[in-house]
């Protein structure tokens, strides 16, 4: 898939999305009724065998950009939670990294604007690809699997609204009608929202082949079953979220990487726990996600980069003592790192984020920063073993829980978990999903779905608001285009 990733920017022109925010501009009547002077969309993609290819690359393509999984979605999944800090230089607020470490953000933060026009665009993408994908004369089977690939991502782009946001409005077509168009002002409820994640999710979990040999980091069954069995588990529907990730479990297609410090290293690419990941290329023409590493990598004299979203002191101590996840997660200031590489004294932060790291000297890293070969881990088989433990332990099945939970202990250097009642496998399960999960961009959903953001933040002197901090402000621009049809979150 990464040699398609070229073909994105001159498929994408051609069909013209220009949809980045939710709203539908009006049309005046001269210009509905100009003829057209060129090529139309309808007309290159009912003539160009490589079109339908080209219109699944443009959805995937969504997941590199920088304002899809970089700056500002590490602002509001990892530096507003408590397992990080800004970072960087105290003066330097990142735009608005500062209120989200703080968690005195407004709706016109930029971060808020940037992760909903870019998740938008991407759903956009996939109405637009399977718009155009019926209408093209093609291998019913192809067009099933490729129509499977485009769902899953768009399942995906929903569920990261959802869970910042709540209630978005719900797009699950081209707006053609009035009615329609309309319709992409206003709010749907969470479970509506949901409920399309889970129906996209799956029917891509029934069409798509179970693995990929050859174009690695393209959708699976796999990856469609295994998503859905998180999202079960962010609905509480707790039999479904078993019954899912034991098709995973039972499959014997996936199992934990021996070495915890691996997964994040180029040798652990599309392993054995890899269940769906972003598929970064730092050679040329480099295909990267854009800026993920730069704005983490270490900061100061000899430093790699920008230094934000460095782990907290309190993640730190959240280890249990011979915890080999600690030293895979976290970067200490001086220490030298695994391909023999010195963080400087001097850098202005203590500890810094080690699954992001990118090794200069032997990873094929690309030579530039801002486009490494760093793929990102969407979905990997440790999480699904503790959402596998978790829905178990709320049917009541605590052995199950505790089984499976004392899989990822065991990887980690631990003994099992002493904890026996429902109540206690609980609470060591959220633990363990902190300190497994670090720093992969699910701690704040977490704390929320579990209902203790409120207690967790304001225990470490943050001003958290039970009923406004639940979910993230609608970004006001989006409010003043829908021309108020669009209503505000609680609290904002």
Known sequence: MKNNMKKFKTAFTIIGLATILVTVPSCKKSFLEEPPRAQTPDDYFSSTKQAAEELVTSVYNKLYDWSQHSFSWIGITSI?????????????????????????????????????????????????????????????????????????????????????????????????TQAEIDAVNVKSTPDEIYDLIESDLTYAGTVLPSTRLIDQGRATS??????????????????????NAEVLIGSKNFDLLSDYSHIWREIGEFSSESIFEVNAKGTEPAKGIVGY?????????????????????????????????RDATIIKSGQILWDGWQTSTLAPNARYNYKSYVSKLVESWGKQDNETNKNLRILRYGDLLLVAAEAYNELGDTSKALKYMNMVRNRAGLANASATTKTDIRIAIWKERRVEMAMEHDRVFDLRRTKQAGTVMRAHGKAYVDGKHDLYPIPQRQIDLANGKLIQNPGY
């Open 80 to 176: 507003a939670s408590d397992d990080a800090d800004k970072g960087s230089d105290p003066g330097d607020t990142g735009a608005d990294k500062d209120q989200l470490d703080n968690l005195s953000h407004t709706s016109t933060s930029l971060s808020f604007g940037e992760v909903w026009e870019s998740n938008y665009e991407g759903i956009s993408r996939a109405n637009k690809a399977i718009y155009l994908m019926d209408k093209l004369n093609m291998d019913p089977l192809q067009r099933q699997i490729f129509k499977g690939e485009v769902q899953f991502l768009r399942a995906y782009y929903y569920f990261n609204l959802v869970r910042c946001f709540g209630g978005v409005p719900k797009i699950d077509k081209v707006p053609i």
């Open 222 to 243: 796999y990856a469609a079953i295994g998503l859905l069995a998180k999202v079960n588990l962010y609905r509480e529907k707790w039999a479904q979220a078993a019954a």
């Open 293 to 325: 590493f730069v704005v983490q990598a270490p900061r100061g004299q000899g430093g790699l980069g920008w230094g934000f979203n460095t782990p907290s002191l309190d993640l730190y101590n959240a280890y249990e003592a011979g915890d080999v996840r």
